[in-house]
């Protein structure tokens, strides 16, 4: 299984950008794929993920912001990211994983089942 994410870049507060993940190598019938996201001196934190029934799971911090969504036609996963904040600069990462998507106690998503991970792709947003 081979990820490559796409789509970073440096935007002002407020601005939108989109991320893209193409996936090869990948034809489970039952998966879960989302986007991680690391800041300097911080951890690895889910923002969201989407599972084979299409259900998504989003973290607090970005709902309402961020949407998930993949074209399965073109083996590719999106994180749309709209309104965009300074603290939403990081590292992000796609991820995959062959079971389905776990969240935490606050129905956040976690990296545990994530068997695979994309280079990351960065997002620099400033104020």
């Known amino acids: 299984v081979h990820l490559v994410e796409s789509g970073g870049g440096s935007v002002q507060s407020g601005g939108s950008l989109r991320l893209s993940c193409a996936a090869s190598g990948y034809t489970y019938s039952s998966y879960c794929m989302g986007w991680f996201r690391q800041a300097p001196g911080k951890e690895r934190e889910g923002v969201a993920t989407i599972d084979s029934d299409g259900s998504t799971y989003y973290a607090d911090s970005v709902k309402g912001r961020f949407t998930i969504s993949q074209d399965n036609a073109k083996n590719t996963l999106y994180l749309q990211m709209n309104s965009l904040k300074p603290e939403d600069t990081a590292m992000y990462y796609c991820?995959?994983?062959?079971?389905?998507?776990?969240?935490?106690?606050?129905?956040?998503?976690?990296?545990?089942?994530?068997?695979?991970w994309g280079k990351g792709t960065l997002v620099t947003i400033s104020s």
């Open positions: 991820a995959a994983g062959l079971r389905f998507c776990y969240v935490n106690e606050y129905g956040s998503p976690i990296d545990y089942g994530m068997d695979y």
